[in-house]
């Protein structure tokens, strides 16, 4: 189950909406007086990895908390200054510290800006083999052939 992003209780039901400017996902408690877009019940658990962009191929490293945290504290900031500087709420720089939410392109960009740091990379290019070298996983008729002795 996901976690709501302004009040951080586990949710059945997630609703989007947008607050400040920024898209977030939350309960349907944090929903209520706010144009929001149902988008179902909660099937499985939200990976951390994202796209950034329409066309770009780019996507959130692995450790982003630590990364932002160690760059803020380096820069003697907490996190309200931080929230400040940047204008962003610090509830939200926190749970993005805690990697409990994945920062949107826009905080991200922000991030990077202001601690002087890299937290988007470039998705590496995956090659794919040829359809007559690709091996394939085996499927169940394969048993039953094997087993029949095909």
Request: charged residues 40%; proline residues 3%; hydrophobic residues 30%.
């Amino acid at each position: 189950m996901s976690d709501c992003e302004i009040c951080g209780k586990e949710m059945k039901d997630e609703y989007e909406i947008e607050l400040e400017g920024a898209h977030l996902t939350v309960c349907e408690d944090c929903s209520r007086g706010k144009p929001a877009q149902k988008r179902g019940t909660i099937q499985h658990a939200v990976s951390h990895r994202r796209d950034f962009g329409d066309s770009e191929q780019d996507e959130v490293v692995e450790g982003y908390g630590t990364i932002i945290r160690r760059a803020r504290e380096s820069a003697g900031m907490s996190l309200k200054e931080l929230g400040e500087k940047i204008n962003e709420k610090e509830s939200i720089l926190s749970r993005i510290e805690w990697e409990k939410t994945t920062p949107p392109d826009s905080i991200a960009r922000k991030l990077e800006k202001e601690l002087d740091i890299r937290i988007i990379q470039k998705k590496p290019a995956v090659k794919r083999a040829s359809t007559t070298t690709q091996a394939r996983e085996a499927t169940l008729a394969d048993f039953i052939e094997k087993k029949e002795g095909k």
